[in-house]
């Protein structure tokens, strides 16, 4: 039996991550020159692909949850590794979808005259090649790809050692969809060796790859933002506010925050605090207090908060900076909109936070000095989404504020640059 030391592994790895990454190259190139309609037909050629293949993807998902029962993953992932028939079907549909999504690749904006004669204008350009690097469901490789192709971007796809059978899967649909589409087949490809070392690769290669977003939990994306020498589109958690105002309408309080904490509990988007101002505390707190116990949501208040509801445990500091994503909500009373800003833009996660108020001046001022990604006035936290937001996908939602900020759609996966038109113009 032949033996591959550690050293040699390393090297194929690396030999084969540089190979991927100039193919991604090439094939962004190509992509950036492609038609709208050539892009639009790869995507629906990877529906029919996926559709064809319904039999093959099950047989490849079921391999992928054996071995997922075997190593002991828990319920929740095994949940999300699955490919259940509805989910290659809404695979599917998300494909029509996006290729039904207004192409942003040439848009002209802001043209304008200059004194000199000439015009100045932006044009909207894809990024390049995107890496994604992405934990246990597959359904985001097909949702990653898509969004991508729409764009003109080249995608180098790393899911899950867990999900590797399935995605190399639906990659097969993927390279036969884009070949019988006259696309280069590396305009999306899959990273085909669980080796960790491959995301290490994927992320210091700047020469091939323009931006690394990272989809999973919050080690790994500390671990992609701390080692990456490629632009990185993050967010690192959702710990989210819904502060109930002194002026707050009780009966949409108690709507918005019952929904942002209930609708998901798994989710970025999802209230992990509640602020309550003093004046209103009395009144507002006992009935969230019921209608949470009521859905088997712990509550960890402060000293005042326990003052109104007995049950609730004691908070910590450390629970004001959670993300639980669980039936588990922190819950303070503040003294006002001074003290709710302040709290939040200390901390939070910067993802998405709400006011609830019929006050239009604190409104706005909480809209201009809260710093997060999403901020909302009378509205759930679970409206920050792609989809929500009219964009028609997403493929994350960005905490970071240079480039994109907030749900990431296909604008977000573009840049833009200057255009200029002279006529034999020369400067003087």
Same mark, same amino acid.
């Given at each position: 039996?032949?033996?591959?030391?550690?050293?040699?592994?390393?090297?194929?790895?690396?030999?084969?991550?540089?190979?991927?990454?100039?193919?991604?190259?090439?094939?962004?190139?190509?992509?950036?020159?492609?038609?709208?309609?050539m892009? #639009?037909?790869?995507?629906?050629?990877?529906?029919?692909?996926?559709?064809?293949?319904?039999?093959?993807?099950?047989?490849?998902?079921?391999?992928?949850?054996?071995?997922?029962?075997?190593?002991?993953?828990?319920?929740?992932?095994?949940?999300?590794?699955?490919?259940?028939?509805?989910?290659?079907?809404?695979?599917?549909?998300?494909?029509?979808?996006?290729?039904?999504?207004?192409?942003?690749?040439?848009e002209?904006?802001?043209?304008?005259?200059?004194?000199? +004669?000439?015009?100045?204008?932006?044009?909207?350009?894809?990024?390049?090649?995107?890496?994604?690097?992405?934990?246990?469901?597959?359904?985001?490789?097909?949702?990653a790809?898509?969004?991508?192709?729409?764009?003109?971007?080249?995608?180098?796809?790393?899911?899950?050692?867990?999900?590797?059978?399935?995605?190399?899967?639906?990659a097969?649909?993927?390279?036969?969809?884009?070949?019988?589409?006259?696309?280069?087949?590396?305009?999306?490809q899959?990273?085909?060796?669980?080796?960790?070392?491959?995301?290490?690769?994927?992320?210091?290669?700047?020469?091939?790859?323009?931006?690394?977003?990272?989809?999973?939990?919050?080690? $790994?994306?500390?671990?992609?933002s701390?080692?990456?020498?490629?632009?990185?589109?993050?967010?690192?958690?959702?710990?989210?506010?819904?502060?109930?105002?002194?002026?707050?309408?009780?009966?949409?309080?108690?709507?918005?925050?019952?929904?942002?904490?209930?609708?998901?509990?798994?989710?970025?988007?999802?209230?992990?605090?509640?602020?309550?101002?003093?004046?209103?505390?009395?009144?507002?707190?006992?009935q969230? +207090?019921?209608?949470?116990?009521a859905?088997?949501?712990?509550i960890?208040?402060?000293?005042?908060?326990?003052r109104? $509801?007995?049950?609730?445990?004691?908070?910590?500091?450390?629970?004001?900076?959670?993300?639980?994503?669980?039936?588990?909500i922190?819950?303070?009373?503040?003294?006002?909109?001074?003290?709710?800003?302040?709290?939040? #833009?200390?901390?939070?996660?910067?993802?998405?936070?709400?006011?609830?108020?019929?006050?239009?001046?604190?409104?706005?001022?909480?809209?201009?000095?809260?710093?997060?990604?999403?901020?909302?006035?009378?509205?759930?936290?679970?409206?920050?989404?792609?989809?929500?937001?009219?964009?028609?996908?997403?493929?994350?939602?960005?905490?970071?504020?240079?480039?994109?900020?907030?749900?990431?759609?296909?604008?977000? $996966?573009?840049?833009?640059?200057?255009?200029?038109?002279?006529?034999?113009?020369?400067? +003087?």
């Amino acid at each position: 039996m032949t033996t591959v030391s550690s050293e040699a592994a390393q090297q194929d790895v690396q030999a084969y991550m540089q190979s991927v990454g100039k193919a991604a190259r090439a094939a962004s190139r190509q992509l950036a020159r492609a038609s709208t309609k050539m892009r #639009n037909d790869a995507l629906l050629a990877i529906a029919e692909q996926l559709g064809n293949s319904r039999e093959s993807l099950a047989e490849a998902n079921r391999l992928d949850m054996a071995a997922g029962r075997d190593s002991g993953l828990d319920a929740a992932l095994l949940d999300r590794l699955e490919l259940t028939p509805s989910r290659i079907d809404a695979m599917i549909t998300g494909l029509r979808e996006v290729a039904a999504l207004p192409d942003p690749i040439g848009e002209i904006s802001d043209m304008s005259y200059r004194p000199s +004669g000439i015009q100045v204008g932006k044009m909207r350009v894809p990024l390049g090649v995107i890496g994604i690097i992405y934990e246990s469901r597959p359904n985001v490789t097909v949702e990653a790809a898509s969004l991508c192709l729409k764009s003109g971007n080249a995608t180098i796809l790393r899911g899950g050692s867990e999900a590797l059978h399935s995605n190399l899967a639906i990659a097969e649909c993927i390279s036969a969809a884009l070949a019988s589409s006259g696309l280069d087949a590396a305009a999306v490809q899959i990273v085909n060796t669980a080796d960790r070392a491959a995301v290490g690769e994927l992320i210091t290669m700047p020469d091939y790859v323009d931006v690394i977003v990272p989809r999973g939990g919050k080690g $790994l994306i500390e671990r992609i933002s701390r080692d990456s020498k490629v632009p990185v589109i993050k967010h690192l958690d959702g710990n989210c506010h819904v502060y109930v105002d002194a002026d707050a309408d009780l009966t949409k309080a108690l709507a918005i925050t019952f929904n942002s904490k209930t609708h998901r509990y798994g989710t970025c988007n999802t209230a992990e605090s509640l602020l309550v101002d003093a004046a209103i505390a009395e009144a507002f707190l006992p009935q969230i +207090g019921e209608r949470l116990k009521a859905a088997g949501v712990e509550i960890r208040g402060c000293d005042q908060t326990r003052r109104y $509801l007995p049950d609730a445990s004691a908070a910590a500091e450390a629970d004001w900076f959670e993300e639980y994503l669980a039936p588990i909500i922190a819950v303070k009373v503040i003294s006002g909109l001074d003290e709710a800003i302040e709290h939040i #833009n200390t901390y939070s996660s910067h993802h998405t936070e709400s006011i609830v108020t019929e006050n239009y001046t604190r409104a706005r001022r909480f809209l201009t000095e809260v710093d997060s990604s999403s901020v909302m006035v009378n509205a759930s936290t679970r409206f920050a989404d792609g989809f929500e937001y009219g964009l028609g996908a997403e493929i994350g939602i960005s905490t970071d504020k240079l480039h994109a900020r907030g749900p990431v759609g296909l604008q977000g $996966l573009t840049s833009q640059k200057y255009i200029v038109f002279g006529d034999g113009h020369i400067r +003087g």
